[in-house]
Nanobody, 125 residues
């Protein structure tokens, strides 16, 4: 069983930066991809960024491309999301996710089997 634990997040003013991390544990952790999603109050969970575990391909939501960077440390089973130039509309609970299989679209919730508990990111104007 895979467990994902997010850390980081918090409150920042618009234009500022935050970083969130996701540490994975499990006896045989070797996902195909890991991703970050976010969910604002009253809205559906949306894709933010993803990275393939073995070959480091990255994908981004258009509105965060150039501001957010997803990265990983394979030795530590950890994935990171560095968020720069934050905007109030980035405010949401950010969730880490891991997917074991290559099928499915990387930007869909259904492509990920394991989820973290979420961490709040609040950007004030």
């Amino acid at each position: 069983q895979v467990q994902l634990v997010e850390s980081g997040g918090g409150l920042v003013q618009a234009g500022g930066s935050l970083s969130v991390s996701c540490a994975a544990s499990g006896s045989t952790f070797s996902p195909y991809r890991m991703g970050w999603f976010r969910q604002a109050p009253g809205k559906e969970r949306e894709f933010v960024a993803a990275i393939t575990w073995s070959d480091y391909f990255t994908y981004y939501l258009n509105s965060v491309r150039g501001r957010f960077t997803i990265s990983k440390n394979t030795a530590k089973n950890t994935v990171y999301l560095q968020m720069n130039s934050l905007k109030p509309e980035d405010t949401a609970v950010y969730y880490c996710a891991a997917g074991d299989v290559s099928g499915g679209d990387y930007y869909t919730v259904a492509a990920y089997e394991y989820w973290g508990q979420g961490t709040q990111v609040t950007v004030s104007s």
